[in-house]
């Protein structure tokens, strides 16, 4: 565990929590995020902006570079919401096929579950 930087962009103050050190390289597409909203700017009382360990953050006087980081955030939380969707589609086309395909073939239980679960998948992916 390390800490973790939330900020409020408005009011440009952070706040510190713990979060997991490789956060950021195995979960990237939480940069950006409120989580569940329960890290809360200490003046504004408004939910704060996870930007994980690594990132760094200009002085609370420093307001082009607050402005820059806003941007930069908001630039990798659209590349990954669009990357995951893509992957989503993706792997929501990969289930039709193979249940498609599965459904042609002579049943069992194995099939039978097989498909469940595809379609468990295929509706979690859909939500
Ligand atoms: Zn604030």
Not at 49 to 57: C, Q, R, S, W, Y
Not at 69 to 91: C, F, G, M, P, T
Request: glycine letters at 6%; aromatic letters at 8%.
């Amino acid at each position: 565990m390390t800490n973790g930087n939330w900020a409020c962009f408005n009011c440009r103050i952070t706040v510190r929590r713990p979060t997991w050190r490789q956060v950021a390289y195995f979960r990237p597409w939480v940069i950006g995020s409120k989580g569940d909203g329960q890290v809360k700017c200490p003046e504004c009382k408004e939910a704060c902006n996870f930007l994980g360990p690594k990132i760094a953050v200009p002085p609370k006087r420093d307001k082009a570079g607050w402005e820059k980081l806003r941007s930069l955030v908001i630039e990798a939380k659209l590349y990954w919401h669009d990357r995951v969707r893509r992957q989503n589609a993706e792997r929501k086309h990969q289930i039709e096929r193979q249940i498609q395909e599965l459904i042609h073939r002579p049943e069992n239980e194995g099939r039978k579950r097989f498909i469940e679960s595809l379609r468990n998948e295929l509706e979690e992916l859909t939500q």
